[in-house]
């Protein structure tokens, strides 16, 4: 049980370009849901924590106007990378909890922007 | 500052062999405390985890942690490594104030024939 799944799992764009990356919690309800950011052969960054229905907290040095991140149900959470650049290539892994279990993490989404 | 920490960045280890990787915390209460494997390219798999009562706690694949509030440590063990346990490890706890989960650096191990 408590699988979240992440789409796509690797994605190629453009500069510029915008980028949609879904989290869901398929066997549960999420009340939390944490986006995290992964470079290569580092640990995981949080970047920010949603909750159902209302605005994300962001990470201090996190661009809310670049990562937009939207939570609109209770099994459903995204990111929109906006106006993605080489820099923003990175490893981003969501993950989904209900009160104070456990963290259960999707696949991750390798983003790549040329 | 909530901290968790992973002193050893790499480890190797031949099959067969036991295995502890370390983790220490820093925390104003005890928080709840967990560890987390990575295979390359993939999301994270919970291996156990720590909230409160019998310090030794046992997980998924044979790992096992103690907690050790004296030492402010909850190091991960197996008895015997396998070749399919080579991967990264993370620590990671909350609590506190936050409900942020923090991880450590990682550990990456790598197994020996």
């Known amino acids: 049980g408590a699988v979240v799944s992440q789409h796509p799992s690797w994605v190629i764009c453009k500069s510029g370009t915008s980028v949609k990356i879904e989290c869901r919690s398929l066997?549960?309800?999420?009340?939390?849901m944490f986006w995290y950011r992964q470079f290569p052969k580092q640990s995981l960054m949080l970047m920010a924590t949603?909750?159902?229905?209302?605005?994300?907290?962001?990470e201090q040095g996190v661009e809310k106007d670049k990562f937009l991140i939207n939570h609109a149900s209770l099994t459903l959470s995204t990111l929109t990378v906006t106006s993605a650049h080489p820099e923003d290539s990175s490893f981003y892994i969501c993950?989904?909890?209900?009160?104070?279990?456990?963290?259960?993490f999707g696949n991750g989404t390798r983003l790549t922007v040329t | 500052a909530q901290s968790v920490t992973q002193p050893d960045i790499h480890i190797t280890v031949s099959e067969g062999a036991s295995l502890e990787l370390r983790c220490n915390y820093s925390?104003?209460?005890?928080?709840?405390l967990f560890w987390y494997v990575q295979s390359p390219g993939q999301g994270l798999q919970l291996l156990l985890k720590?909230?409160?009562?019998?310090?030794l706690v046992q997980g998924i694949k044979g790992f096992e942690a103690e907690f050790k509030r004296s030492q402010s440590s909850f190091n991960l063990r197996k008895p015997s490594v396998h070749w399919s346990d080579a991967a990264e490890y993370f620590c990671?706890?909350?609590?506190?104030?936050?409900?942020?989960?923090?991880f450590g650096t990682g550990t990456l191990l790598a197994v020996q024939p």
């Open positions: 990671a706890g909350y609590g506190g104030a936050t409900n942020k989960l923090i």
């Open positions: 949603s909750n159902e229905g209302s605005k994300a907290t962001y």
């Open positions: 066997d549960f309800q999420a009340t939390t």
């Open positions: 925390y104003g209460a005890t928080p709840y």
């Open positions: 720590y909230f409160s009562g019998d310090t």
């Open positions: 993950s989904g909890r209900i009160g104070n279990s456990p963290l259960h």
